[in-house]
């Protein structure tokens, strides 16, 4: 089979951050586009007319004239293992955690159950638009090699790591410092690099871990000078309480982690919604990013994250979407940007469709280090990308045949667009979901 293609239909491709530059200088349009690709990369990128004459027999031409060309989605906070108990009904966080987050992860103690989670979150997230996700597995480190195995199958690039917790959890759930971080970095020797896949060091959040623990994680993420950290922050006043009677010896929250070394770069903090100019200032100093995660934040009642001052404001951060599941209640960034231009909104801020599209694509990138290779389509970098159907219901259809402008069409997809919007999704070069056709890439 050719491993050359082009990829024809209308691009959108972002070159610079539009919360610095001006909007219309952040991103290039094609509206009669062709992207080239060779062995999964992106070789050339422009208009249809300026490349068509580098077509020939070598390459395999998928025509999706009339829909949209972008990079795929980037999730930078998601749970594979709460890909089941998405929707559970009528608590806060710190209740929601044991009425259901507990029992669910308990159950991926059972490596096929883990399996299955994995291969309905890859193919969830995929139809979705997203390509790459930075994912929480579970305390058992066997969940974690079955979600690499589900992602190296499919050529994703996935970033995931072992949870990490050794106290305030049900005991079927707990670890031990010792054991997290060797369980930890028996996993990154297996998976961290090999292929597309990245490992990352999970302490769940301060409540479920040790000072201790907390220390074992900060010397983990010190020793592979490439590996990530992730965990919670600043979610829920009363899980903040709750961590100042945990860690009276330290100022706030944040401190928390920035005493044990875990704040800096390739750190993904999620949430941050309760944060002052002191938690700002450190994120933005050691580049560690944020997740803002709106559909969560509102479903479980904990607040309102301000993107705009996290991006413009006094201590500027990385800042990338995350989802959440199952908190969050969609997997689509198109979704998730729905809920975050609203809180926006509630803040009196605006969110341009353009920030929009950014943050999911080459925002999140940017947010984790990888802009290198992912998050738009650029010479060079991994082709991943989805073709977005922009008239996927009779009433988008409807309410596009009224619309005068770019921003216009991607502010109506960004409200009114979901899953169902996405027409074909690439992974390195190779569609790995049709809608129109039902293909996905199963074994
Ligand atoms: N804080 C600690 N664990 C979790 C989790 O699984 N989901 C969310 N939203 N917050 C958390
Ligand atoms: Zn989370």
Not at 10 to 24: E, G, M, Q
Not at 257 to 272: N, Q
């Amino acid at each position: 089979m050719s491993t050359k293609k082009g990829v024809r239909g209308s691009i959108l491709t972002f070159v610079a951050d539009p919360f610095v530059v001006d909007s219309d200088k952040s991103y290039r349009y094609y509206e009669d586009g062709l992207v080239l690709l060779a062995d999964g990369k992106i070789d050339k990128v422009g208009p249809y007319q300026d490349l068509d004459r580098l077509l020939n027999d070598d390459f395999e031409v998928l025509d999706y004239s009339g829909y949209l060309i972008t990079a795929g989605c980037i999730d930078t906070h998601v749970h594979y293992p709460q890909t089941p108990m998405i929707a559970g009904y009528g608590e806060h966080l710190l209740e929601w955690l044991n009425e259901y987050t507990f029992p669910t992860e308990l159950k991926l103690k059972d490596k096929a159950f883990a399996t299955s989670v994995a291969k309905m979150f890859l193919k969830t997230t995929l139809k979705a638009g997203t390509t790459t996700s930075v994912v929480y597995g579970t305390v058992f480190k066997d969940s974690v090699d079955a979600f690499f195995e589900e992602s190296e199958r499919l050529g994703t690039r996935m970033l995931c790591g072992k949870v990490w917790m050794d106290r305030n959890a049900p005991d079927g759930l707990l670890d031990t410092p010792q054991s997290a971080y060797d369980d930890s970095k028996e996993l990154i020797e297996r998976w961290h690099n090999n292929g597309r896949q990245k490992y990352v060091v999970t302490p769940r959040f301060a409540p479920s871990c040790t000072g201790e623990q907390l220390q074992k994680a900060g010397e983990l993420y010190r020793e592979y000078p490439d590996v990530y950290i992730q965990t919670h922050l600043c979610e829920n006043t009363g899980e903040i309480d709750w961590v100042k009677e945990l860690f009276p010896e330290q100022k706030s929250y944040t401190d928390v982690y920035d005493h044990y070394g875990l704040v800096g770069e390739r750190a993904v903090f999620g949430h941050c919604v309760h944060f002052n100019d002191d938690d700002f200032k450190t994120l933005s100093e050691k580049k560690a990013a944020i997740s803002h995660c709106p559909t969560s934040n509102l479903f479980l009642g904990s607040g309102l994250f301000d993107l705009e001052r996290s991006k413009t404001g006094k201590y500027p951060c990385l800042v990338g979407l995350g989802t959440d599941i199952g908190a969050g209640t969609s997997f689509c960034q198109l979704q998730t940007l729905n809920e975050a231009y609203k809180v926006s909104e509630l803040l009196d801020h605006k969110m341009t469709a353009i920030k929009g599209y950014y943050l999911a694509t080459l925002g999140g990138a940017e947010s984790i280090y990888l802009d290198d290779k992912i998050g738009s389509i650029t010479e060079g970098k991994e082709a991943d990308m989805v073709a977005w159907d922009l008239h996927s219901t009779e009433l988008i259809k409807y309410r596009m045949s009224f619309s005068k402008s770019l921003e216009e069409n991607l502010f109506t997809q960004l409200v009114m667009g979901d899953d169902r919007s996405v027409r074909a999704t690439m992974v390195n070069g190779e569609v790995v979901y049709d809608r129109d056709s039902g293909f996905y890439k199963e074994l």
